[in-house]
């Protein structure tokens, strides 16, 4: 399980298409039994996991979050769908089990990320044509990549949460080729949930919290927590 302690707060680091990670989530609410459970989600994507009827960006937003933005929304929900069937897990599966044990055991849940419109607006704000072009190459060349960095690809596990050998490789090619897609989806993300966990790791300084939070966001987070 890949777990962080920081003095009354634990973090768990996911795969939101993780049948591993339900189960790590699941054992540590039963065993630990946290007093407050904060979930990297915000009111928005909240409302559409409970509710999966509900899109959480839709036409009406691109005057929002612009068209890349609105653009990269659809085509990352489609490829975490598409990834989901695979191993046959709901993308964000973790995230409801967490939900519906906090709601089972009336435990206080805490929403730790971001808007997501915001999100989507920085990206269409900060993505660039050097970057555009290099992701429409990239998803050409993608099928025939056999090795990342030295890594053989078929070492990763869909079913796992990814080794942090990986994750480090995978965040540092984003944040080469795609530095826009890095700050906006990971850095300034990292950010505010670093904000919100420090505020409420203070106004429940006598109380056991539970983050659950996706891998990637996990070394960030650890640094940013730890420098105050």
Not at 59 to 71: E, N, T
Not at 86 to 109: H, Q, R
Not at 136 to 163: A, C, H, M, T, Y
Not at 176 to 182: D, E, G, T, V
Request: positive net charge.
């Amino acid at each position: 399980m890949v777990t962080i302690n920081l003095d009354n707060l634990s973090i768990i680091g996911t795969s939101h298409i993780s049948r591993e990670s339900i189960n790590e989530v699941r054992s540590f609410i039963l065993n630990e039994n946290p007093d407050i459970i904060a979930l990297e989600l915000d009111p928005l994507r909240f409302d559409a996991l409970l509710n999966p009827e509900k899109k959480k960006i839709s036409l009406s937003d691109i005057k929002v979050v612009g068209f890349k933005g609105y653009l990269f929304s659809i085509i990352g929900s489609l490829v975490q769908k598409k990834l989901g069937k695979i191993v046959g897990v709901d993308p964000g599966s973790e995230m409801v089990t967490a939900i519906n044990l906090a709601l089972k055991n009336k435990k206080e849940l805490c929403l730790i990320d971001q808007d997501i419109r915001v999100t989507l607006k920085r990206l269409s704000q900060l993505i660039t044509f050097k970057e555009k072009a290099r992701l429409f190459f990239d998803l050409i060349r993608s099928p025939f990549v056999k090795r990342i960095e030295g890594i053989e690809i078929s070492r990763f596990d869909l079913n796992k949460v990814p080794e942090s050998e990986f994750i480090s490789v995978v965040l540092k090619i984003l944040r080469q080729r795609y530095p826009s897609f890095h700050k906006a989806l990971i850095e300034e993300r990292n950010n505010v949930i670093a904000k919100n966990l420090n505020r409420i790791k203070a106004q429940y300084s006598n109380k056991k919290i539970l983050a659950v939070v996706g891998a990637g966001h996990l070394d960030g987070l650890i640094s940013l927590l730890r420098s105050g």
